[in-house]
């Protein structure tokens, strides 16, 4: 049974930086492509960042140039680094697969940007 657990959350000012971690265990890294997702109080989740095996990026407008996603297949960990963050970015966070996989949401971790 795939299991994905995400760190890395808390409370940052606007223009502040955090780093979220997504601990995999099994092959999930091996076998999918990657994303992670956030879902804002009273909106449906969506995509911020994706990685292919091959190491293509992709992001949305919202987070273009300032979130950057990365894995350590050795430490089966995958990253989101964010940075210049504003308030609309305050979020639940979370990693799965790529398309995402119904049995592979966990519980995410909390962003708050706030000043």
């Known amino acids: 049974q795939e299991q994905l657990v995400e760190s890395g959350g808390g409370l940052e000012q606007p223009g502040g930086s955090l780093r979220l971690s997504c601990a995999a265990s099994?092959?999930?890294?091996?076998?999918?492509?990657m994303g992670w997702y956030r879902q804002a109080p009273g909106k449906q989740r969506e995509v911020v960042a994706t990685?292919?095996?091959?190491?293509?990026?992709e992001y949305p407008d919202s987070v273009e140039g300032r979130f950057t996603i990365s894995r350590d297949s050795a430490k089966n960990t995958l990253y989101l680094q964010m940075n210049n963050l504003k308030s609309e970015d305050t979020a639940v966070y979370y990693c799965n697969a790529f398309p995402a996989r119904h049995d592979y949401w966990g519980q995410g971790t909390q962003v708050t940007v706030s000043s």
């Open positions: 099994g092959t999930i890294f091996k076998i999918y492509d």
């Open positions: 990685l292919t095996h091959g190491g293509h990026t």
